[in-house]
């Protein structure tokens, strides 16, 4: 081995770590310092439960609880944590909880595992362990938690199905003050039992085990023992590039930092890690001195208190609460301040292991901390061989991005966080990309002292983050104040001084200038008002203090989830139409549901990593691979020369390639693979190899681009009805808007991932994918290879989300993997990580919507044109139909009698885009609705009016002349309007806009009418196979993929209803292209339909079979009867097939029926808004959704809550930003948001539209799963009407422009409060490039 930079140690030093999992004893000699615990529990214990999901502390998919013993209090902490930021050394002394040490279907399931499922809290399920995790370790902390607990414990949590209001509906059964029957949103309490007894519920809590604390793992004795007793010394781990130090004593520590300065302190690793693993920053050495006592000390003192640098947030949060019980209010103002903040940083798990030095050093530009400690004048003690020394957390102390004064070999042993004086007073702001778990945009400390008794300014002092390179002074603003009377005028010349004090140029990075400079004004008038607040309490000032800035509602309220009852005469055993939970839930809840990454390791298997382009548009010069091949443990790189078969997939007449040949059009086109024996060698081995390319000229990256550049897929669709030119002429007014919505991430939580095996002696192979199309799957695998479709068997056991991004995109991955198994004949699995999924696999199409809408006065409109473009990326994928459904849905759900639309799908050099939920409805009838608005604000109507003048009536005809009867929009419409109170509820928000300066309500109703199906009719089949054992278990084969949809669980109630037989005995085991083949893709919201009468047929194909049996034995049991069949010589196995709707849509004559049914939904949601700051919060949402007759009312209310959530994410929150060079920055959780359990509307009703039948599919049910996704715009357009409510205060009347996604930043601008205007006004009209591009 090469000798690394340690200079004190002897080479052969190598020591044990020692530590628990799950209540056994885990000893380890031959740590790896750079193996996190996440991999060690996967790959080494073969503990799967805890999950992979971006692998930077930003999804809390793979949460553990951690567990340690004090020896200076004697105690036993329980603490969560992200598994895949923990360095195992570490956990030396430590006890791991997963969540197979919770509970498990084979012992005994926790009451968090069965609550979580049984409430319906698990979809997909790849997000379940980690929340259980989260709500498991606050329950061996809390037993009895409040509802504000369990958000603040799963603030770090992400799922991306479930919009969070199961899971915490599930997890509030926990909380005393709801233990009645109002768990479940019953509206009523238990006082009224008897009136409401009939209300179906969605699950019952009686069913609930009771907490029970002897079922937890207790800590283990022997580490008890071993903290007390062991003699504590220095522990070395070394691996294959780093070398880890773990010393005890202050001195030992102190002396290897001098010796290695350049090693940093190893502490919560949650700065260091990300680096490590993101930017490929290597260290020989680190030294972790979290066993060094002398960093954690509480030191009070008169001036103050020392709080020791390795305590975690949680722990520094949890001391300065103590002293703030302890002190008068007027002591600890600072203290207060950074509690403030500390409960806002990141999430429980970050800051459970994040320490306070770690923070400070850490020196990130938007800390949340350092302004907070500049302003208060706090300072470090630190130490090193000279000695110790004390130094001011001032401007001074923060020199570059990421570097502090202090000298390499000083270490950080304490912070001073002084106590405030009389008269001071210090608060602190943030504003985030979403409330919970995101980096503050701007962030600032603030501290102001006052001349006793007065108003004049002593001292001040402002800091803010996220306004550069460092925590920044705003020191001019300061000297503006100093000295002066806190007044209006002293605050107006500080605001002017201000701007020019932070003059961010556009190319900052991370971008809105504009923004971040508005909010830096926003923060110091908020200050001020406070603090003019607090003056006039304290009777310094006399005059009033009217306006008042009081925090956004966070409250959540009681949900109502409204289904019906089965019919009366229904049997009891027939499950169809009932609440049933997901089929898998509970194994999900514990952890034991196998996805593609979870199958275990086979013999000889090998992994591959992916070489992608950094360049948009180049020749490839050459690929050298010499170095990677010399790296330890890589096999081969894989290219396109290898490709014996199709070098291409073909979509609509277009190519792509399945690696790229000599060109390379867009940075993340994938170029070739590494193979190497483990996930790591191969991860080395594809950073080693060189590709050295030329440039092509002119890189498409903007709609803009792509239009000036002819750059479109063909054919280009367009769709009219009426005559819309003649009809313009004859219309009272014309107005022409545009609209952008932005590209959208998939984010299933499992990201791409297979495992391909080479099995039989003729060349067979099996597949194991995420895939929503196994068929597909199979046909490219095969083309690629250039072997027929029967030696290729996909197998499709779940999929951890897939939202339409595993319907094509996984093919060239599985492509790519299977050529790497089938050259070096071993098993090879390739599982994408977070950064690289969202690189290569593109998501929904930015669009950018331009039209013109001819109406009267009354509000009809006549006429409206539309054109539209997608940014489509490098290959056609499927855009050429989402542009179709775009224009096919451009009447939403209004009869507009001349209506033109127009669509083009752009090619870009950008990553290709794909399906994704909706497949372009979200945003075509985005576009619309915003045209009805424009309408409603350009005659200054209500919205709702001009909604209901243009909607659907009677028997209708769409623009492509399908009739249809719109009676159940307008049902829907009418019950949402009552369910919502919609009337009564306008008036209070408008009073309470009268009432408020600088917070403003909105309110928006929104309808949708959805095709269902494939416009495409040979897509609409279905297929099953279904066989009865001996035994009489029946096992269900169909083409439908479980991505979370439940159309298992689905299937299941179709096969007992028709068998006749409980669920129990019916069993779904994967969807297998060797079973059911030649089937069509879980897609277009056709699964169900699709499937569930194929399993209908073949049920009732064997059940009519059995009529012989039956008969001869009428009182015999299903098992006689099959027994007796069997003897009987009667087959019990058959396919059932379903020839779904023919649809079809002539383009050229523009007219066709490419839907056999349409599903209707209206949704009222109301906001309020900050305009300050852009922040928002949805106070209430209720949806009524029409899915004909529910088959199971809690699968399909749990896809009405997650499309919305998806949808409230694509409309307010998800950006994705791509730089000058078209590289994706946004690619991971930390960079690219989406919902979290904070952006849960606080009351979130459903209602399933009652009475409402369906010829068209199975039991007369309905497609649920993309419908509503585009009724999360009703938040955006709520936020439009707020924005609009704000705009008035300033004088700023009628239409105004605000594109999707309605972000913080875009909701400040728009607001224009005088402060942004003042930044808009003092814009220098720099030249330089911004930041990020507008795709
Ligand atoms: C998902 C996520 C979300 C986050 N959100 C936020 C947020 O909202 N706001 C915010 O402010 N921060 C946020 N952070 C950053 C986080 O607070 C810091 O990474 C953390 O505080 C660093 O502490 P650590 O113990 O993990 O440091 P480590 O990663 O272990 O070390 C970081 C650096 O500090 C040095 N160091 C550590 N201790 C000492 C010491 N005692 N003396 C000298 N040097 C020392 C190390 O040498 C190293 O260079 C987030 C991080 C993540 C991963
Ligand atoms: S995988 Fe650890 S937080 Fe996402
Ligand atoms: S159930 Fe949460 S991510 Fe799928």
Redesign the pocket.
Known sequence: MKTIGVTMSEPAERDTLCFFVNGKKVTEEHVDPETTLLSFLRQKLRLTGTKYGCG???CGACTVMVSRYRTSNKTIVHYSANAC?MPLCQLHGAAITTVEGVGSTKTRIHPVQERIAKAHGSQCGFCTPGMVMSMYTLLRNTPQPSLDDITEAMAGNLCRCTGYRPIVDGCRTFCQEVNCCQVNGGKNCCSEEEKYDETPLLFDKLDFLPLDATQDLIFPPELILMAETDRPQTLTFRGERMTWKSPVLLEELVQLKTSNPKA???????????DMKFKGVTHPLVIS?IRVLD?FEVTETPHGVWVG??YT?SETRAILNKFCCQFPEEKTELFRALIKQLG????QQ?RN???L???I??A?P????NPVFAAGNCSVSVINSEGKREVPLNQDFFVSLGKTI?KPE????SVLIPFSRKGEFVRAFRQ?PRKK????TVTTGMRVMFSKGSRIVEDISIYYGGVGATTASATKTCAAIIARPWNDETLNQAYDILIKEFDLPPSIPGGKAEFRRSLTLSFLFKFNLEILQTLRKMNVIEEEVTEKIEPLPREIQRSQQEFHNVSEGQSEHDPVGRPVMHRSAISQATGEAVYCDDLPTIDGEHFLALVTSSKAHAKIISVDVSNALLLPGVIDVITAKDIPGKKTRILCGYDEDVLAGTQVSCIGHIVCAVLADSRVHAKRGASAVNISYEDLPDPIFTIEDAIKQSSFYEPRRKIERGNVTEAFKGVDLVHEGEIRIGGQEHFYMETQSMLVVPVGEERELNVYASSQWPTALQIAVAETLAIPSNRVICHVKRLGGAFGGKVVKTNILACITSLAAWKNNCPVRCVLERGEDMLITGGRHPVLGKYKVGFQKDGRILAADFQIYTNAGNAVDESVFVAEKILLHLDNSYNIPNLRGRAAACRTNLPSNTAFRGFGVPQGACIVENMIHDVGMALQFPVDKIQEINMYRGPSLTHYKMEFSPENLLRCWDECKVKSDYNGRCDAVDKFNQQNRWKKRGIAITPIKYGIGFAEGFMNQGAALVNIYVDGSVLVTHAGTEMGQGVHTKMQQVASRELHIPPSKVYISETNTSTVPNTFPSAASYGTDANGIAVKNACQTLYQRLVPVRLKNPKGTWENWVSEAIMEKISLSATGYHRGADSHMDWDKMEGRPYPYFTFGVCCSEVELDCLTGDYMTVRTDIVVDIGQSLNPSVDVGQIEGAFTQGLGLYTLEELKFSPSGLLYTRGP?QYKIPAVCDMPLSFNVYLLSDSYNPHAVYSSKGIGEPVLFLGSSVFFAIKHAIAAARKEVGLTGCFSLNSPATAERICLACAAPFTQKIQASKTGSVQQPWALNI
């Open positions: 930077g502390g930003g930021l940093p302190l190893i502490m919560g690793n949650t700065n260091l890690g990300p001195s960093l640098a390795g947030l806002n940083l990141g999430s970050i292991v994040a320490t030095g770690g923070n050093m850490s990130y938007n800390s949340d901390l202090l000083e270490i950080v042993v985030a778990s995101a980096f503050a930390s």
